[in-house]
């Protein structure tokens, strides 16, 4: 145990609970991680990271001594009073958020007035009010509850710890305050502005914040999409409406659609939240129309500049929802890549991380094992996720391996000029 700082529990090791469990060891806390997936923890405490994600195995390595694994949640239990929950919350059938990991944790602890729950997991608005019950139910209701949500972003999510824009504690009237002044002593020291609320609104802050932000990018994709039929550039466009404050220049890309687990996810679960309670939400039944149509619109500008799609060759640069990540949950380019076969494409992919990935999820998705595969005989290349390597590429090399000679960048990340200058039909989203 460490001299200065508490140790904490941390229970599930996900993209959530790895970065927490190694912020919080990077700024001094013995951390006891718990998971139920023994082959996960035999691997973590041999060394060995699960997920891809920038500095966390540098991280887990500098703090090692600090973090310990297990699959008991007694191990937590027994040394730390805050338990960071950490656990997946996957759609269901019904697009609500499953609770069933969640509901498992906080039946396994004991009763104990010593301890606290800290909601990491994104949960509906609410999920806290009918825990406290039900732990109260259980004759556990000295057990304190704190919603904590996380706005770590993956591919940064590190960085995103170290500086986080803003932490958010709940904590109701009822509560014992002890634990939410214990979560804000732990993150005091990256010295960011500390949100204290209730439950529920910290609940609704996370919910808000990532439709807001799908939000964005849906705006933006449909005022890339006026942009191409009215000769305006959206890359003009945004970073002149970027400039208002009000607005401001993050999350205005527009491209093939947000992709991730969190935005499809929480849009759709605020949207069901909504409508459980009685509210039919429309704005975010807009926002994921669009999204959906804006991941297929590739097909029309394919279709336009090859006509019929059968047996065109068809190369994409990336498949993963973003670059700097192996995480496929909701990448564009699972839909792209099925509707292009389902027009009788030739698909042909390479992505320098999630590859293997991919081919789990799509066994029947011809992946490279190199970027000159992918681009090599290609009628048309599409610039599907921005990895700094495809920004970086000789477009005449490409061009000298291609059967055709178009690219269509779903990024808007490519230099434009370069690919002409190779000879290439550039094309992008909304910049004429
Ligand atoms: C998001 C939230 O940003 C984070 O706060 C929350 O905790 C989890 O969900 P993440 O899904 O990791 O994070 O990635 P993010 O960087 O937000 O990107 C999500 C998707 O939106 C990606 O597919 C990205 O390519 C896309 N995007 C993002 C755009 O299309 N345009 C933009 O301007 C920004």
Redesign the pocket.
């Known amino acids: 145990m460490n001299g200065e700082r508490a140790p904490i529990g941390v229970i599930g090791t996900g993209y959530?609970g790895l970065v927490t469990a190694v912020g919080f060891a990077g700024l001094g806390s013995d951390v006891w991680c718990v998971d139920i997936d023994e082959v996960k923890i035999a691997q973590l405490r041999r060394g060995e990271v699960p997920i891809y994600e920038p500095g966390l195995a540098e991280m887990i390595d500098r703090n090692r001594e600090r973090l310990h694994f297990s699959t008991t949640l007694a191990d937590a239990v027994e040394r730390a009073r805050l338990l960071f929950v950490c656990v997946g919350t996957p759609p269901t059938y019904a697009g609500d958020a499953d609770l069933s990991a969640v509901l498992a944790v906080a039946g396994a602890m004991p009763a104990s007035s010593e301890h606290a729950l800290v909601m990491k997991s994104?949960v509906p608005c609410g999920t806290g009010r009918t825990l406290t019950r039900m732990l109260d139910e259980q004759g556990k209701g000295g057990l304190a509850y704190v919603s904590c949500?996380?706005?770590?972003?993956?591919?940064?999510?590190i960085q995103?710890f170290i500086h986080p824009d803003r932490v958010v504690i709940g904590e109701d009237e009822d509560g014992a305050h002890w634990a939410g002044d214990a979560v804000a002593a732990l993150y005091e020291p990256l010295g960011a502005p500390i949100v204290r609320t209730d439950v529920a609104s910290a609940e609704m802050i996370?919910l808000a914040?990532?439709a807001f932000?799908?939000t964005?990018?849906s705006f933006?994709?449909e005022i890339a999409n006026v942009c191409e039929e009215t000769g305006a550039n959206v890359l003009e466009v945004a970073r002149g409406v970027g400039l208002d404050a009000r607005i401001g220049p993050?999350?205005?890309?527009?491209?093939?659609?947000?992709?991730?687990?969190?935005?499809t996810k929480?849009v759709s679960a605020l949207k069901l939240l909504a409508a459980n309670s009685g509210y039919h939400f429309q704005l975010l039944g807009a926002v994921i129309e669009v999204n959906e149509l804006q991941k297929r619109r590739v097909i029309a500008k394919l279709s336009r500049r090859l006509g019929s799609l059968a047996g065109m060759r068809i190369g994409l640069l990336g498949l993963a929802?973003?670059p700097h990540?192996d995480?496929m949950r909701?990448?564009?380019s699972l839909v792209l890549a099925s509707r292009l076969e389902a027009e009788g494409a030739i698909v042909r992919a390479f992505d320098p991380v999630a590859s293997e990935e991919a081919r789990r999820i799509m066994p029947e998705l011809d992946c490279a094992e190199c970027l000159a595969d992918a681009v090599k005989d290609a009628d048309a290349v599409v610039l599907v996720?921005?990895w700094p390597e495809f920004l970086e590429l000789d477009w005449t090399t490409v061009a000298a391996a291609m059967a055709g000679n178009v690219v269509i960048d779903g990024?808007n990340a490519l230099d434009g000029d370069a690919v002409r200058a190779a000879g290439l039909v550039y094309e992008g989203i909304g910049v004429g």
């Open positions: 959530v994104t949500p996380e706005f770590l972003k993956e591919g940064s999510a995103d996370k914040a990532n932000l799908a964005k990018i933006i994709n993050r999350f205005l890309s527009a491209g093939i659609g947000y992709g991730g687990s969190c935005f929480d929802f973003k990540t995480d909701g990448a564009s996720t921005e990024r």
